[in-house]
Nanobody
Framework: VKLVESGGGLVQPGGSLRLSCAAS????????MGWSRQVPGKSLDWVAS???????TYADSVKGRFTISRDNVKNMVYLEMNNLKFEDAAVYFC????????????WGQGTQVTVSS
């Protein structure tokens, strides 16, 4: 199983980034996908999830600014981040779990998002 994130980087407040996660080694269409983020020294925070039926849920802190999507042909999941704020800076992790279960089974290595003027 492999989840590889990309697309992180440095962005100014108000800017946008698109994170990507390439999945392999498991049946993508059976798995829900999600993004979490972590600031060093702080707990892991859930950001967004997308399920096998395409429905999505978001943390209140990102609702209206972030959009999660998935491509079941390419086995990819994306996180479009707009109007980024200083507090969005973190390492963003992609994860996968069997849809209908609660435990996130597989994790990527993370991609750094820095928001700075």
């Amino acid at each position: 199983v492999k989840l590889v994130e990309s697309g992180g980087g440095l962005v100014q407040p108000g800017g946008s980034l698109r994170l990507s996660c390439a999945a392999s080694g498991f049946i993508f269409t059976n798995h829900a996908m999600g993004w979490s983020r972590q600031v060093p020294g702080k707990s892991l925070d859930w950001v967004a999830s997308i399920f096998t039926d395409g429905s999505a849920t978001y943390a209140d802190s990102v609702k209206g600014r972030f959009t999660i999507s998935r491509d079941n042909v390419k086995n990819m999941v994306y996180l479009e981040m707009n109007n980024l704020k200083f507090e969005d800076a973190a390492v963003y992790f992609c994860a996968a779990w069997l849809d209908g279960q609660s435990d996130w089974d597989f994790w990527g290595q993370g991609t750094q998002v820095t928001v700075s003027s």
